[in-house]
Protein backbone atom coordinates (compact mmCIF):
# COMPACT_ATOMS: atom_id res chain seq x y z
CA UNK A 1 0.00 0.00 0.00
CA UNK A 2 2.95 2.46 0.53
CA UNK A 3 4.56 1.32 -2.62
CA UNK A 4 1.60 2.17 -4.24
CA UNK A 5 1.41 5.95 -2.52
CA UNK A 6 4.94 6.26 -3.16
CA UNK A 7 4.55 5.63 -7.19
CA UNK A 8 1.41 8.35 -7.01
CA UNK A 9 3.67 10.47 -5.24
CA UNK A 10 6.55 10.28 -7.80
CA UNK A 11 4.20 10.37 -10.75
CA UNK A 12 2.41 13.50 -9.55
CA UNK A 13 5.77 14.91 -9.02
CA UNK A 14 7.08 14.39 -12.42
CA UNK A 15 3.73 15.53 -14.08
CA UNK A 16 4.60 18.80 -12.54
CA UNK A 17 8.16 18.63 -13.03
CA UNK A 18 7.47 18.30 -16.89
CA UNK A 19 4.52 21.19 -16.49
CA UNK A 20 6.93 23.19 -14.67
CA UNK A 21 9.72 22.73 -17.63
CA UNK A 22 6.84 23.01 -20.19
CA UNK A 23 6.03 26.72 -18.56
CA UNK A 24 9.82 27.49 -18.88
CA UNK A 25 10.42 26.87 -22.18
CA UNK A 26 6.55 28.92 -23.29
CA UNK A 27 8.47 31.95 -20.94
CA UNK A 28 11.80 31.81 -23.46
CA UNK A 29 10.04 31.45 -25.84
CA UNK A 30 7.97 34.36 -24.99
CA UNK A 31 11.25 36.39 -24.15
CA UNK A 32 12.17 36.20 -27.69
CA UNK A 33 9.73 38.05 -28.90
CA UNK A 34 7.88 36.19 -31.06
CA UNK A 35 4.68 33.81 -31.80
CA UNK A 36 6.22 30.27 -31.55
CA UNK A 37 4.40 28.92 -28.31
CA UNK A 38 4.22 25.42 -27.79
CA UNK A 39 0.67 26.12 -26.44
CA UNK A 40 -1.53 24.90 -29.83
CA UNK A 41 1.02 22.00 -30.61
CA UNK A 42 0.04 18.48 -30.77
CA UNK A 43 1.51 16.96 -27.26
CA UNK A 44 1.91 13.76 -28.56
CA UNK A 45 3.66 14.93 -32.17
CA UNK A 46 6.84 14.32 -30.72
CA UNK A 47 6.06 10.65 -29.94
CA UNK A 48 3.95 9.50 -32.71
CA UNK A 49 6.87 8.57 -34.87
CA UNK A 50 9.64 5.94 -34.07
CA UNK A 51 12.26 7.88 -33.20
CA UNK A 52 12.90 11.36 -32.01
CA UNK A 53 14.87 12.14 -35.42
CA UNK A 54 11.77 10.90 -37.30
CA UNK A 55 9.29 13.00 -35.12
CA UNK A 56 11.75 15.85 -35.82
CA UNK A 57 10.83 15.59 -39.90
CA UNK A 58 7.64 15.10 -39.78
CA UNK A 59 7.75 18.35 -37.47
CA UNK A 60 9.47 20.52 -39.74
CA UNK A 61 6.79 18.43 -43.20
CA UNK A 62 3.86 20.17 -40.85
CA UNK A 63 5.37 23.42 -40.92
CA UNK A 64 6.41 23.94 -44.10
CA UNK A 65 2.51 22.29 -44.88
CA UNK A 66 1.17 25.36 -42.99
CA UNK A 67 3.87 27.99 -44.88
CA UNK A 68 2.55 26.99 -48.39
CA UNK A 69 -1.10 27.30 -46.73
CA UNK A 70 -0.39 30.59 -45.31
CA UNK A 71 -1.31 29.14 -42.11
CA UNK A 72 1.53 31.73 -40.00
CA UNK A 73 0.02 31.06 -36.84
CA UNK A 74 -0.04 27.10 -37.03
CA UNK A 75 3.44 27.14 -38.60
CA UNK A 76 4.66 29.28 -35.63
CA UNK A 77 2.90 26.87 -32.98
CA UNK A 78 4.96 24.44 -34.39
CA UNK A 79 8.07 25.64 -34.88
CA UNK A 80 7.78 25.92 -31.17
CA UNK A 81 8.36 22.84 -30.45
CA UNK A 82 10.95 21.54 -33.40
CA UNK A 83 13.39 23.71 -30.77
CA UNK A 84 14.06 20.70 -28.92
CA UNK A 85 16.02 20.25 -31.97
CA UNK A 86 18.78 22.29 -30.83
CA UNK A 87 19.68 19.75 -27.67
CA UNK A 88 20.17 17.27 -30.58
CA UNK A 89 23.35 15.18 -29.27
CA UNK A 90 24.83 15.13 -32.65
CA UNK A 91 26.44 18.03 -33.78
CA UNK A 92 25.85 18.06 -37.27
CA UNK A 93 22.16 17.66 -36.51
CA UNK A 94 22.10 20.66 -34.26
CA UNK A 95 23.59 22.77 -36.62
CA UNK A 96 20.94 21.73 -39.42
CA UNK A 97 18.11 22.47 -36.74
CA UNK A 98 19.52 25.93 -35.98
CA UNK A 99 19.81 26.57 -39.88
CA UNK A 100 16.20 24.63 -40.15
CA UNK A 101 14.94 27.65 -37.25
CA UNK A 102 16.58 30.20 -38.43
CA UNK A 103 15.41 29.86 -42.20
CA UNK A 104 11.50 28.76 -41.51
CA UNK A 105 11.69 31.25 -38.47
CA UNK A 106 12.52 34.31 -40.53
CA UNK A 107 10.06 33.53 -43.33
CA UNK A 108 7.66 32.77 -40.64
CA UNK A 109 7.91 35.83 -38.92
CA UNK A 110 7.79 37.94 -41.85
CA UNK A 111 4.62 36.83 -42.61
CA UNK A 112 3.16 36.08 -39.26
CA UNK A 113 -0.10 39.09 -38.93
CA UNK A 114 0.81 39.85 -35.18
CA UNK A 115 4.86 40.15 -35.57
CA UNK A 116 6.79 43.42 -35.19
CA UNK A 117 10.43 44.84 -37.04
CA UNK A 118 11.28 44.38 -33.33
CA UNK A 119 10.68 41.11 -32.78
CA UNK A 120 12.43 40.17 -36.62
CA UNK A 121 15.46 42.06 -35.03
CA UNK A 122 15.56 40.35 -32.14
CA UNK A 123 14.82 36.78 -33.67
CA UNK A 124 17.92 37.71 -35.53
CA UNK A 125 20.23 38.70 -32.62
CA UNK A 126 19.04 35.49 -30.70
CA UNK A 127 19.18 32.89 -34.11
CA UNK A 128 23.19 34.37 -34.18
CA UNK A 129 23.85 33.85 -31.07
CA UNK A 130 22.92 30.09 -31.02
CA UNK A 131 24.20 29.00 -34.99
CA UNK A 132 27.46 31.34 -34.72
CA UNK A 133 28.45 29.45 -37.86
CA UNK A 134 25.89 30.71 -39.65
CA UNK A 135 26.58 34.35 -38.22
CA UNK A 136 27.84 36.10 -41.29
CA UNK A 137 24.90 34.77 -43.23
CA UNK A 138 21.99 35.70 -40.56
CA UNK A 139 23.88 39.02 -40.32
CA UNK A 140 23.56 39.45 -44.03
CA UNK A 141 19.44 38.62 -43.58
CA UNK A 142 19.39 40.93 -40.87
CA UNK A 143 20.83 43.55 -42.85
CA UNK A 144 18.37 43.24 -45.62
CA UNK A 145 14.88 42.93 -42.99
CA UNK A 146 16.43 46.67 -41.93
CA UNK A 147 17.04 48.09 -45.59
CA UNK A 148 13.65 47.30 -46.56
CA UNK A 149 12.35 49.08 -43.42
CA UNK A 150 14.57 52.25 -43.69
CA UNK A 151 16.59 51.33 -40.69
CA UNK A 152 19.71 52.20 -42.55
CA UNK A 153 21.64 53.32 -39.69
CA UNK A 154 20.93 50.11 -37.33
CA UNK A 155 21.77 48.32 -41.41
CA UNK A 156 25.46 50.03 -40.95
CA UNK A 157 26.00 49.07 -36.82
CA UNK A 158 25.36 45.18 -37.93
CA UNK A 159 27.49 45.17 -40.83
CA UNK A 160 30.30 46.69 -38.87
CA UNK A 161 30.04 44.31 -36.07
CA UNK A 162 29.91 41.34 -38.69
CA UNK A 163 32.73 42.85 -40.63
CA UNK A 164 34.88 42.83 -37.32
CA UNK A 165 33.31 39.12 -36.46
CA UNK A 166 35.86 36.54 -35.55
CA UNK A 167 35.63 32.79 -34.73
CA UNK A 168 38.47 30.56 -34.41
CA UNK A 169 39.81 28.91 -38.13
CA UNK A 170 35.78 29.43 -39.08
CA UNK A 171 36.32 32.93 -39.59
CA UNK A 172 39.45 32.25 -42.08
CA UNK A 173 37.36 30.04 -44.15
CA UNK A 174 34.54 32.83 -44.35
CA UNK A 175 36.66 35.24 -46.31
CA UNK A 176 34.51 35.65 -49.05
CA UNK A 177 31.85 36.28 -46.80
CA UNK A 178 33.97 38.83 -45.19
CA UNK A 179 34.22 40.37 -48.42
CA UNK A 180 30.42 40.46 -49.36
CA UNK A 181 29.66 41.80 -45.87
CA UNK A 182 31.97 44.81 -46.70
CA UNK A 183 30.75 45.48 -50.07
CA UNK A 184 27.18 46.07 -48.46
CA UNK A 185 28.80 47.99 -46.19
CA UNK A 186 30.44 50.13 -49.01
CA UNK A 187 26.84 50.57 -50.81
CA UNK A 188 25.60 52.51 -47.61
CA UNK A 189 29.25 54.28 -47.59
CA UNK A 190 27.87 55.08 -51.42
CA UNK A 191 25.08 56.64 -49.87
CA UNK A 192 26.70 58.86 -47.33
CA UNK A 193 28.69 60.15 -50.07
CA UNK A 194 26.19 61.27 -52.42
CA UNK A 195 24.25 62.84 -49.25
CA UNK A 196 27.59 64.88 -48.49
CA UNK A 197 27.93 65.68 -52.09
CA UNK A 198 24.31 66.97 -52.55
CA UNK A 199 24.99 68.95 -49.37
CA UNK A 200 27.70 70.37 -50.50
CA UNK A 201 26.26 71.69 -53.70
CA UNK A 202 23.64 73.65 -51.94
CA UNK A 203 26.03 75.75 -50.45
CA UNK A 204 24.61 76.36 -47.20
CA UNK A 205 27.27 75.57 -45.02
CA UNK A 206 29.61 77.92 -43.81
CA UNK A 207 33.65 77.61 -44.48
CA UNK A 208 34.19 74.96 -41.47
CA UNK A 209 31.18 72.75 -42.39
CA UNK A 210 32.30 72.72 -46.15
CA UNK A 211 36.29 71.59 -45.32
CA UNK A 212 34.45 69.02 -42.67
CA UNK A 213 32.04 67.82 -45.28
CA UNK A 214 34.63 67.41 -47.89
CA UNK A 215 36.97 65.49 -45.61
CA UNK A 216 33.88 62.73 -44.99
CA UNK A 217 33.32 62.56 -49.00
CA UNK A 218 37.10 62.22 -49.16
CA UNK A 219 36.68 59.28 -46.64
CA UNK A 220 33.40 57.84 -47.64
CA UNK A 221 34.93 57.46 -51.65
CA UNK A 222 37.84 55.93 -50.50
CA UNK A 223 36.45 53.22 -48.32
CA UNK A 224 33.68 52.14 -50.72
CA UNK A 225 36.19 51.93 -52.87
CA UNK A 226 38.48 49.65 -51.14
CA UNK A 227 35.48 47.40 -50.05
CA UNK A 228 34.12 47.40 -54.07
CA UNK A 229 37.73 46.63 -55.71
CA UNK A 230 37.96 43.54 -53.04
CA UNK A 231 34.63 42.14 -54.30
CA UNK A 232 35.09 42.38 -57.93
CA UNK A 233 38.26 40.12 -57.56
CA UNK A 234 35.98 37.30 -56.66
CA UNK A 235 34.29 36.17 -59.95
CA UNK A 236 30.85 36.35 -59.27
CA UNK A 237 27.33 38.38 -60.96
CA UNK A 238 28.30 41.87 -58.39
CA UNK A 239 26.08 43.95 -60.42
CA UNK A 240 24.80 46.50 -57.55
CA UNK A 241 28.76 46.84 -56.48
CA UNK A 242 30.34 47.14 -60.26
CA UNK A 243 27.97 49.78 -60.52
CA UNK A 244 28.86 51.77 -58.01
CA UNK A 245 31.95 51.40 -58.17
CA UNK A 246 32.03 52.53 -61.68
CA UNK A 247 30.42 55.81 -60.10
CA UNK A 248 32.86 56.60 -58.16
CA UNK A 249 35.68 56.35 -60.39
CA UNK A 250 34.08 58.43 -62.52
CA UNK A 251 33.16 61.06 -60.45
CA UNK A 252 36.90 61.21 -59.35
CA UNK A 253 38.22 61.14 -62.65
CA UNK A 254 39.20 57.57 -63.12
CA UNK A 255 37.59 56.72 -66.31
CA UNK A 256 40.49 54.36 -67.77
CA UNK A 257 40.19 52.69 -64.31
CA UNK A 258 36.43 52.43 -64.50
CA UNK A 259 36.50 50.97 -67.80
CA UNK A 260 39.03 48.42 -66.65
CA UNK A 261 36.85 47.07 -64.18
CA UNK A 262 33.72 46.96 -66.73
CA UNK A 263 35.82 45.53 -69.82
CA UNK A 264 37.05 42.42 -66.47
CA UNK A 265 33.37 42.38 -65.25
CA UNK A 266 32.51 41.46 -69.25
CA UNK A 267 35.00 39.12 -70.32
CA UNK A 268 36.54 37.41 -67.32
CA UNK A 269 36.15 33.58 -68.06
CA UNK A 270 36.02 33.32 -64.29
CA UNK A 271 33.11 34.90 -64.62
CA UNK A 272 29.57 33.53 -64.73
CA UNK A 273 27.76 35.08 -68.67
CA UNK A 274 26.06 37.92 -67.21
CA UNK A 275 24.41 40.07 -70.06
CA UNK A 276 24.28 42.61 -68.10
CA UNK A 277 28.08 43.17 -67.86
CA UNK A 278 28.07 43.93 -71.26
CA UNK A 279 25.28 46.32 -71.50
CA UNK A 280 26.68 48.33 -68.29
CA UNK A 281 30.82 47.99 -70.73
CA UNK A 282 28.01 49.60 -73.65
CA UNK A 283 26.16 52.39 -71.56
CA UNK A 284 29.93 53.51 -70.51
CA UNK A 285 31.00 53.61 -73.79
CA UNK A 286 28.44 55.59 -75.11
CA UNK A 287 28.85 57.73 -72.13
CA UNK A 288 32.76 58.25 -72.77
CA UNK A 289 32.21 58.67 -76.49
CA UNK A 290 33.49 55.47 -77.88
CA UNK A 291 34.13 54.96 -81.86
CA UNK A 292 31.19 52.99 -83.61
CA UNK A 293 33.52 49.84 -83.99
CA UNK A 294 34.02 49.33 -80.46
CA UNK A 295 30.04 49.55 -79.61
CA UNK A 296 29.75 47.20 -82.12
CA UNK A 297 32.04 44.89 -80.78
CA UNK A 298 30.70 44.77 -76.87
CA UNK A 299 26.71 44.74 -78.77
CA UNK A 300 28.16 41.39 -80.66
CA UNK A 301 28.35 39.43 -77.48
CA UNK A 302 25.13 40.61 -76.11
CA UNK A 303 23.52 39.44 -79.22
CA UNK A 304 25.10 36.41 -79.11
CA UNK A 305 23.71 35.75 -75.59
CA UNK A 306 20.50 37.66 -75.65
CA UNK A 307 18.91 38.22 -79.39
CA UNK A 308 15.83 39.54 -77.73
CA UNK A 309 17.44 42.43 -76.03
CA UNK A 310 15.97 45.83 -76.20
CA UNK A 311 19.73 46.92 -77.38
CA UNK A 312 19.36 44.61 -80.61
CA UNK A 313 17.38 47.52 -82.35
CA UNK A 314 20.21 49.63 -81.41
CA UNK A 315 22.38 47.20 -82.08
CA UNK A 316 21.09 46.84 -85.92
CA UNK A 317 21.38 50.95 -85.82
CA UNK A 318 25.06 50.77 -85.43
CA UNK A 319 25.56 47.55 -87.96
CA UNK A 320 23.27 49.59 -90.92
CA UNK A 321 25.70 53.00 -90.39
CA UNK A 322 29.04 50.88 -90.82
CA UNK A 323 30.96 51.24 -93.97
CA UNK A 324 31.21 46.91 -94.18
CA UNK A 325 29.01 45.18 -96.07
CA UNK A 326 29.31 42.32 -94.14
CA UNK A 327 27.45 44.80 -91.14
CA UNK A 328 25.04 45.49 -93.71
CA UNK A 329 23.86 42.03 -93.92
CA UNK A 330 24.43 41.37 -90.01
CA UNK A 331 21.84 44.15 -89.54
CA UNK A 332 19.41 42.28 -91.48
CA UNK A 333 19.59 39.22 -89.57
CA UNK A 334 19.37 41.11 -86.07
CA UNK A 335 16.03 42.12 -86.60
CA UNK A 336 14.88 38.86 -88.04
CA UNK A 337 15.81 37.12 -84.84
CA UNK A 338 14.38 39.89 -82.76
CA UNK A 339 11.11 39.91 -84.04
CA UNK A 340 11.25 35.50 -83.60
CA UNK A 341 10.48 36.30 -80.06
CA UNK A 342 6.78 36.96 -78.77
CA UNK A 343 7.67 39.88 -76.82
CA UNK A 344 8.38 41.91 -80.49
CA UNK A 345 5.30 40.95 -82.30
CA UNK A 346 3.44 44.39 -81.43
CA UNK A 347 6.78 46.30 -81.46
CA UNK A 348 6.51 49.03 -84.06
CA UNK A 349 10.02 50.25 -83.59
CA UNK A 350 11.28 46.59 -84.54
CA UNK A 351 8.90 46.29 -87.73
CA UNK A 352 9.45 49.68 -88.79
CA UNK A 353 13.36 49.12 -88.57
CA UNK A 354 13.06 46.01 -90.44
CA UNK A 355 10.94 47.04 -93.12
CA UNK A 356 13.69 50.13 -93.50
CA UNK A 357 16.26 47.31 -93.70
CA UNK A 358 14.52 45.14 -96.39
CA UNK A 359 14.10 47.77 -98.53
CA UNK A 360 17.15 49.13 -98.52
CA UNK A 361 18.50 45.53 -99.37
CA UNK A 362 16.36 45.04 -101.95
CA UNK A 363 17.35 48.13 -103.49
CA UNK A 364 20.92 47.40 -103.48
CA UNK A 365 20.05 44.33 -104.98
CA UNK A 366 21.11 41.56 -102.14
CA UNK A 367 17.80 39.17 -102.60
CA UNK A 368 20.19 36.54 -101.77
CA UNK A 369 20.42 38.09 -98.00
CA UNK A 370 16.59 38.21 -97.78
CA UNK A 371 16.30 34.60 -99.05
CA UNK A 372 19.18 33.06 -97.18
CA UNK A 373 17.09 34.92 -93.78
CA UNK A 374 13.24 34.23 -95.08
CA UNK A 375 13.68 30.68 -95.91
CA UNK A 376 14.01 28.80 -92.77
CA UNK A 377 11.37 30.75 -91.46
CA UNK A 378 8.71 30.55 -94.24
CA UNK A 379 7.05 27.81 -93.08
CA UNK A 380 5.99 29.32 -89.75
CA UNK A 381 6.02 32.81 -89.63
CA UNK A 382 3.06 33.59 -92.13
CA UNK A 383 1.13 32.10 -89.51
CA UNK A 384 3.14 33.85 -86.60
CA UNK A 385 2.65 37.31 -87.75
CA UNK A 386 0.89 37.46 -90.78
CA UNK A 387 -2.21 36.02 -90.43
CA UNK A 388 -5.85 37.55 -91.39
CA UNK A 389 -6.56 37.55 -87.84
CA UNK A 390 -3.70 39.34 -86.81
CA UNK A 391 -4.59 42.79 -89.58
CA UNK A 392 -7.53 43.65 -87.28
CA UNK A 393 -5.40 43.10 -83.90
CA UNK A 394 -2.72 44.90 -85.18
CA UNK A 395 -5.03 48.19 -86.43
CA UNK A 396 -6.75 48.17 -83.33
CA UNK A 397 -3.10 48.50 -81.64
CA UNK A 398 -1.94 50.99 -83.60
CA UNK A 399 -2.50 51.37 -87.48
CA UNK A 400 1.24 52.14 -88.08
CA UNK A 401 1.95 48.63 -87.05
CA UNK A 402 -0.25 47.15 -89.67
CA UNK A 403 1.23 49.68 -92.39
CA UNK A 404 4.63 48.58 -91.44
CA UNK A 405 4.27 44.70 -91.04
CA UNK A 406 2.24 44.95 -94.24
CA UNK A 407 4.91 46.40 -96.18
CA UNK A 408 7.26 43.34 -94.40
CA UNK A 409 4.98 40.60 -95.34
CA UNK A 410 4.70 41.93 -99.12
CA UNK A 411 8.21 42.14 -99.44
CA UNK A 412 8.71 38.80 -97.74
CA UNK A 413 5.40 37.10 -99.71
CA UNK A 414 4.83 39.12 -102.69
CA UNK A 415 1.64 41.77 -102.85
CA UNK A 416 -0.83 39.02 -102.92
CA UNK A 417 0.20 37.63 -99.72
CA UNK A 418 -2.85 37.52 -97.08
CA UNK A 419 -1.84 40.21 -94.70
CA UNK A 420 -0.91 42.91 -97.63
CA UNK A 421 -4.31 42.28 -99.29
CA UNK A 422 -6.26 42.84 -96.41
CA UNK A 423 -4.66 45.66 -94.80
CA UNK A 424 -6.34 47.83 -97.51
CA UNK A 425 -9.74 47.04 -95.78
CA UNK A 426 -9.07 49.69 -93.00
CA UNK A 427 -6.73 51.97 -94.27
CA UNK A 428 -7.30 55.92 -94.83
CA UNK A 429 -6.92 57.21 -97.97
CA UNK A 430 -3.80 58.76 -97.11
CA UNK A 431 -2.24 55.48 -95.71
CA UNK A 432 -3.71 53.86 -99.08
CA UNK A 433 -1.46 56.30 -101.16
CA UNK A 434 1.52 54.80 -99.10
CA UNK A 435 0.15 51.17 -99.31
CA UNK A 436 -0.14 51.89 -103.21
CA UNK A 437 3.43 53.25 -103.47
CA UNK A 438 4.53 49.74 -102.07
CA UNK A 439 2.89 47.83 -104.40
CA UNK A 440 4.34 49.44 -107.25
CA UNK A 441 7.78 48.62 -104.97
CA UNK A 442 6.91 45.44 -104.88
CA UNK A 443 6.22 44.34 -108.56
CA UNK A 444 9.15 46.62 -109.26
CA UNK A 445 11.25 44.65 -107.36
CA UNK A 446 9.70 40.96 -107.69
CA UNK A 447 9.43 40.41 -104.14
CA UNK A 448 8.11 37.01 -103.21
CA UNK A 449 10.44 35.78 -106.06
CA UNK A 450 13.84 34.90 -104.26
CA UNK A 451 14.71 32.11 -106.26
Known amino acids: METEVFHEQSNEEEEELEQNEEEEELEQDEELGITFSRRHTDENLFSSCHGFHLSADLCVKLIQENMVNRQWEKAASLLGSYFQTIEDRSTTKRMRATEVIWRLGSEILLNHPDSTPDEVSFFHETMKNIGVKKYLQMSLEQVYFLLCNGQTDEAYRILSAAGSWRFGKLS ?99 NPSNPNAHVYLYEFMKRNGAPGEKLIEVLNVLYILVPSHKLMLKFSKLLAKSDSEEHHRRALKVLFDLLDFSGWKQDVKAWSYLSKRLKQTLCSDRKAWVSELWEPRSSWWPVYHFKKVHVKKDFRNCATLAIKKASVAGMLQGPACTYFSQVYRFVTEEQMTELNCMKKFLKKHKCGKYR
Open 172 to 270: MSQDKLFKLIQAYRALLDHRSWLDRMSAMSQNETDYASQSSGAQDICSYLRQASVAFEEITKIPGVWDPFILRYVELLESSEQTQKAEEVLTNYAYNSK
